[in-house]
């Protein structure tokens, strides 16, 4: 994964206010953190950071003002409740080339299950995984095609990239596929109460 570089610069406030103030200037208040160093707190680009977020675990090379530059991933991000596109708070974690991060990488499938109202259940949204945090995986892709009522794929089903081991157990369930409920004959078990009072 290739990393984006983005300028941040150090924080000094603190407070609502402060990051009232910060989001004001289209600047992100956040947190660096790892490798057992001191917290460093930065504000960071709004634009820039929300657009490099749209790639799940991101590669970031943090260029911070007065010439340190840092190596990290985010961790967790706070987005506003209510409005699309803005960013509260993002903790972002130190790495280094090499080194081993657990984080969840999103899960696309592809083909067609087998014929009938069946539906695809994903018992997990995302699949945690232990891998090199300079070649984190931008995803799985798990083929669907021909599966059935019933059928499941398992955490250990999956194709993982070469250095990426599973961090969830391998027999947990990622995708189910489920019967489609037949809600329609309702009304017709109460009509066919009265055929069989004939009968």
């Keep these: 994964m290739a990393e984006v570089k983005i300028p941040a610069k150090p924080r000094t406030e ?3 206010g402060a990051a009232r103030r910060t989001r004001l200037a289209d600047r992100v208040p956040g947190v660096v953190y790892g490798h057992g160093a001191e917290p460093l707190h930065v504000t960071l680009p709004a634009y820039d950071l929300l657009m490099a977020l749209k790639t799940p675990n991101v590669l970031l090379r943090l260029e ?6 840092e190596l990290v991933i985010p961790k967790a991000v706070q987005r506003h409740p ?9 903790d972002l974690l130190l790495v280094s080339k090499g080194e081993k991060v657990t984080v969840e990488v999103p899960i696309h499938t592809e083909g067609d299950l087998a014929p009938g109202a069946n539906l695809l259940e994903h018992v997990l949204n995302a699949l945690p ?3 090199e945090a300079t070649h984190i995986p931008e995803g799985v892709t798990i083929s669907i095609a021909g599966l059935d009522a019933g059928d499941t794929i398992y955490a250990k089903d999956i194709a993982l990239p070469k250095g990426t081991t599973l961090a969830v157990e391998d027999d947990a369930p990622v995708l189910h596929v489920v019967a489609a409920q037949a809600e ?3 009304p017709e078990a109460a009509e066919g109460e009265g055929e069989g009072a004939e009968a």
Excluded: N
């Excluded at 209510?82 to 993002?90: F, N, Q």
């Design 14 to 16: 603190f407070g609502k």
């Design 82 to 90: 209510i409005k699309i596109g803005i960013l509260e708070h993002v």
């Design 64 to 69: 911070v003002e007065g010439g340190k530059s």
């Design 184 to 186: 329609a004959p309702e």
């Design 129 to 131: 995984v232990e891998t």
